[in-house]
């Protein structure tokens, strides 16, 4: 028995596999380009929220801060706020005293 080999064909099926062959290689190349690029992505995100993670701890801090002086402001103005409170009950206590001073004394002088 004798083979008969058909050498066109063998040398088509080579150039197939060998396009087939550099097709995948393509694709692989192309895969390790999209790889590469989302590592390189996934380290400026990795830089962006540890920057992040400093600026809400900064902002933490100006929170507290905040806090503290508007509550001493609170208190200041609350003080001041008292404090024409209590003037102007002390100024009224002192008007009223005048006006009866002033009517007890004119009841004393006229009935004299």
């Keep these: 028995m004798d083979v008969i080999i058909n050498h066109d064909s063998v040398d088509e099926e080579e150039q197939e596999a060998v396009d087939n062959l550099r097709k995948v290689q393509g694709q692989i190349n192309e895969l390790i380009n ?5 590592v390189q992505t996934l380290q400026e ?6 920057a ?3 600026l809400s701890d900064q902002l933490l801090d100006k929170a507290s801060e905040f806090k503290v002086i508007t509550r001493s402001m609170r208190y200041k103005h609350l003080a001041r706020n008292n404090k024409w409170c209590l003037l102007s009950v002390v100024l009224a206590f002192l008007l009223v005293g005048v006006i009866i001073g002033v009517v007890v004394l004119g009841i004393k002088l006229s009935s004299s």
């Design 45 to 50: 995100r990795g830089g962006n929220l540890e």
């Design 34 to 38: 999209i790889l590469n690029t989302n």
């Design 52 to 54: 992040l993670e400093g």
